[in-house]
């Protein structure tokens, strides 16, 4: 059984999850909406091109040329499909450990041990205060996870 300040961290741990997962939630959807919008690009160039006779004309085309093609990249809607991915299994994770699903916080712990190395892998080519910030977070979270599941695991049995 879990004490009170145990279930107030694990909801605090659960709702930063599920805000990470919503607002990469809505990332994605950006994403992959963007991914769409090629047509309306070449609309608006194709408008500039007949309707603007300006001096400045060639930068605004410029410009939207180069917003085509940055929207046109299949980086883009990767990104996309990875984000919506990544932003189930945090939801998944937070609703989980929000009701005390054993399976969810085991989750959690295996899912954010996983990218630890990834993310010291990125503090070591740019490194910066926040990315130590979220380093020392996840280790804690999972430190923490780690310890409450094995204290549990010898309760259970």
């Known amino acids: 059984m879990q004490t009170l300040n145990e279930r107030k961290t694990l909801h605090l741990i659960a709702t930063v999850k599920i ?10 959807a950006a ?3 963007l ?4 047509a309306l690009i070449s609309s608006l160039i194709n408008w500039a091109e007949e ?14 040329n180069r917003f085509d093609v940055m929207l046109q990249a299949p980086s883009l809607h990767t990104t ?7 932003s189930l299994v945090l939801l998944t ?9 054993r399976w969810a916080e085991w989750l959690m712990v295996c899912a954010t041990a996983s990218l630890i190395p990834l993310e010291v892998y ?5 490194p910066t205060f926040i990315k ?14 780690a310890r409450t599941l094995k204290r549990h695991s010898h309760i259970d049995a």
């Open 80 to 86: 996309g499909l990875f984000a919506l991915v990544y």
């Open 122 to 126: 990125h503090l070591t080519h740019k």
């Open 31 to 33: 994403f992959l909406i």
């Open 19 to 28: 805000m990470k997962g919503c607002l990469l939630l809505a990332i994605a």
């Open 93 to 101: 994770e937070g609703i989980g450990v929000w009701k005390q699903q």
């Open 132 to 145: 130590v910030l979220i380093i020392v977070i996840n280790v804690m979270i999972v430190i923490y996870l």
């Open 51 to 64: 309707e603007l006779l300006l001096l400045h004309n060639t930068v605004l085309i410029w410009l939207l």
């Open 35 to 38: 991914d769409q919008r090629s």
